[in-house]
């Protein structure tokens, strides 16, 4: 294992060992509190662009599944086509896995994909220090190559674009009730879910002008980065509001997305909500749900428009968890009920969406 230094923006320092591709990385520095799931985390296009920080401490001990994907043409075990995040950060590598459905290890899976992962970091105090100054900007530099420094490019790139499918995409054609997901960077179970309910899905690109197609609901995927770059979508939204009341759900992204087109503004949260624990209620009942969340910014839910109102509210910040029309079938979650990983105790979004279409 080589010598690795990573180097936050504001000069903190963290020295480490290189367990992935021995190659040096830059990118936003952000953490995760769920205590597994990294398969489906690195694979999640949401993570496009990011240094992921496990805050877990033993990561790498269940190994990594096969890449297999359905005959539906969904990945059986991950989120995407490949590892999106930049690189991940842990505190104890474990190169010897024990798990029925391991293929091959972690970093040997890191190494095959080109994707850097250095270990022997105390993440516990590189946590502290991102809850304490937000998250920034870091770089994973290589001690024997000190002159081999890579620059970050983040802010102002719309990632969206870039993990976004360039194509249409048809999922369980001819089952009846058609739905329009527009891919913002869209996770596998999110797609399986709605397969499983018995819908015919149709994938588009995050900028498609689906308005004019044969369809009953519309579907606003997840995404990376910043949703103030996606105002191609937001307009395409506002161009189906304002002809149709087809019903509409989106999740994550897809929540800012909608809010957006709903008036509304978006903020960054000082350092994200991403892991399997965190807390939201429904508005308007005592009924509180743990979540898994993967994001970095938030709906300022006071500039909506007068006939929208909040369906979610996180329980540990007071930040919107999601929205709904007063009269339309229009909702959302800012947290993720696929989970994958994660629990599944609001499973029920995707019933509701489907049940809005019949």
Known sequence: ???????????????????GYDAPVAGEVVFNTAMMGYPES?????????????????VGNYG???????????????????????AIIVSDYTE???????????????????????????TRELTKVLREHGVMMGKILF????DNIPEANYEGVNFVDLVSTKEIIHYNEGAGKKVILVDCGV???????????????????????????????????????????????VNVIRKQMSISKKPICGICMGNQLLSKAAGATIYKL??????????????GTNKCYITSQNHGYAVDASTLDKDWTELFVNMNDGSNEGIRHIENPWFTSQFHPE????????????????????
């Open 42 to 58: 690195l694979t999640d296009p949401s993570y496009a662009g990011q240094l992921l920080t496990m805050t877990f401490p033993l």
């Open 187 to 233: 996770k596998a179970n999110i797609i399986r879910s709605l397969v499983n309910r018995g819908v015919e899905v149709i994938r588009v690109p995050w900028n498609y002008d689906y308005t004019s197609m044969d369809y009953d609901g519309l579907f606003l995927a997840n995404g990376p980065g910043d949703p103030d770059m996606c105002i191609e979508a």
């Open 339 to 358: 989970a994958c990983s994660g629990p599944v105790d609001t499973y029920f979004m995707f019933d509701k969406f489907v049940e809005t279409l019949r």
């Open 143 to 146: 001690d024997d190559e000190p």
């Open 270 to 283: 000082k350092y994200g909500h991403r892991g399997h624990n965190q807390p939201v209620r429904m508005v």
């Open 64 to 86: 990594v599944p096969p890449f297999s994907i359905e005959a539906n043409g969904i990945p059986t075990f991950m989120e995407s086509d490949k590892i999106y995040a930049s």
């Open 96 to 122: 010897q896995y024990s798990h029925w459905n391991a293929v091959e290890s972690l970093s040997d899976w890191l190494k095959r994909e080109h994707v850097p992962g250095i270990t022997d970091i105390d």
């Open 1 to 19: 294992m080589r010598n690795v230094t990573l180097v936050l923006s504001d000069g903190t320092k963290f020295h480490g060992k290189s367990f």
